[in-house]
């Protein structure tokens, strides 16, 4: 396992790291797969993580039972990983209301990770308007003066809430959904995002399973996105490597992306991810011919809007 500095965190963080959202809900492309494992399934996995040199695990109050079953699994092992969970922002209320719901949230995350300490609270989903509020800043920055937290990181979807954080210039980390189909974030956002020495955690590296051999069961509706795959795993079985690794690589070959996250709840695709951080064959070569394939409607690189 290879290691990069987590911006100015200073934190030196796995490139592969575990996202753990398939520990506490059912997840995915519905393929027969995609079903929560159960608690001894995931305890199992968690373990596995750390024993292969995963160091970062990135979880959220959002994510069902997944704080839970992390702080049971792996409250002996604290010390051995950073720990990144997110708060959601709860609409239509005023600052203070919006500053108590923020600590309850952070109370119930420390309570569930059995954990005295968040090392990286995310503001889930954050928008534009949300980041700029200072109620919320302010909170979050209350919240590591009192030892809670560490350090302040947003999840964010487009561009326009991203440049916000980078903006900010509060936040120390930015997570962002980036891979070979989505690549909208490589003008302005990565860019301004390392200048800022801002980490920056890539989720969706698989867009959810499209990159993988489950884009084979998307419904006709997503046909452009499963005709994109195809020609992309064409590229990589070309070149001998499978479309996983080449997606992997892929991200991380970008100087600004400290870490790639898998989100699995099965060990054998864990530990076959951690081998696609190593460089692959001709790996410019690929990412070049890779580049050549798009998707014209932006709209379906935005898996909260499809429909299965």
């Not at 596995?48 to 992390?70: F, H, K, Q, W």
């Amino acid at each position: 396992m290879q290691y990069r500095r987590l911006g100015r965190t200073g934190l030196q963080v796995s490139e592969i790291a575990l996202g753990t959202v398939e520990l506490g809900l059912d997840y995915g492309i519905p393929s027969g797969d995609h079903l929560r494992p159960s608690y001894a399934e995931a305890e199992a996995l968690l373990h596995r993580a750390l024993d292969l040199g995963i160091n970062y695990i990135d979880t959220a109050r959002a994510y069902g039972e997944s704080e839970a079953v992390i702080g049971r699994a792996l409250c002996g092992r604290r010390r051995a990983f950073v720990l990144a969970s997110k708060v959601v922002l709860p609409p239509g209320v005023d600052d203070d209301q919006l500053r108590q719901s923020i600590v309850d949230s952070v109370s119930a995350s420390l309570k569930a990770l059995r954990t005295d300490t968040i090392d990286l609270l995310q503001v889930h989903s954050a928008t534009a308007e949300q980041i700029r509020r200072g109620a919320v800043t302010a909170a979050l920055e209350d919240l590591r003066r009192a030892g809670l937290i560490r350090y302040l990181g947003a999840t964010t979807y487009g561009e326009e809430a991203a440049l916000a954080v980078i903006e900010d210039g509060r936040f120390d980390c930015l997570q962002v959904a980036y891979n070979l189909l989505d690549r909208r974030l490589e003008q302005h956002v990565l860019p301004l995002a390392q200048q800022a020495d801002i980490g920056v955690v890539v989720r969706s590296v698989l867009l959810k399973g499209v990159l993988t051999h489950r884009a084979g069961a998307l419904p006709d509706a997503l046909e452009e996105l499963r005709s994109a795959a195809a020609r992309l795993d064409a590229i990589a079985a070309a070149e001998g490597v499978s479309l996983p690794a080449l997606a992997y690589r892929f991200v991380l070959d970008h100087a600004a992306v400290s870490a790639a996250l898998v989100g699995t709840a099965h060990i054998a695709e864990l530990e076959l991810a951690c081998s696609y951080a190593e460089l692959l064959p001709a790996a410019q070569r690929l990412f070049e011919r890779a580049r050549a394939v798009s998707v014209h409607d932006v709209r379906l690189l935005d898996p909260s809007a499809w429909s299965i």
